[in-house]
């Protein structure tokens, strides 16, 4: 499966950000789906993830209640919906997949075989 990450860009402080990861190749919903993101001169790190059927998911703590992640395998696509963004979301954000069942402690990279490009989000104050 090939993955596109796309919605990034430049938004204020408070505002929110629609994220998508559009699937090629395969149908999505094969996989769990996870976002995660890097910001300059950082550790690549989990956001959130959804299993295949998109009834269960996971955040990272410092997401929790902020961002939401969701799916249409109708669609091919998941996406990460951002709210009330902080300068520290600043970041590339990755989607990747998964083709395991989902399991909410799969939350480093390593578990995840395919990845997208990545799109860059910068938040201003």
């Known amino acids: 499966v090939q993955l596109q990450a796309s919605g990034g860009g430049l938004v204020q402080a408070g505002n929110a950000r629609l994220l998508s990861c559009t699937a090629s190749?395969?149908?999505?919903?094969?996989?769990?789906v996870a976002w995660f993101r890097q910001a300059p001169g950082k550790e690549r790190e989990f956001v959130a993830s959804?299993?295949?059927?998109?009834?269960?998911?996971a955040y990272a703590d410092s997401m929790r209640g902020r961002f939401t992640v969701s799916r249409d395998n109708t669609q091919n696509r998941a996406y990460l919906q951002m709210n009330v963004l902080k300068p520290e979301d600043t970041a590339v954000y990755y989607c990747?997949?998964?083709?395991?069942?989902?399991?909410?402690?799969?939350?480093?990279?390593?578990?995840?075989?395919?990845w997208g490009q990545g799109t860059q989000v910068t938040v201003s104050s």
């Open positions: 990747a997949a998964d083709g395991r069942l989902f399991h909410s402690t799969r939350t480093s990279a390593d578990d995840y075989d395919y």
């Open positions: 190749g395969r149908n999505i919903g094969s996989y769990a």
């Open positions: 959804i299993s295949q059927t998109g009834g269960r998911t």
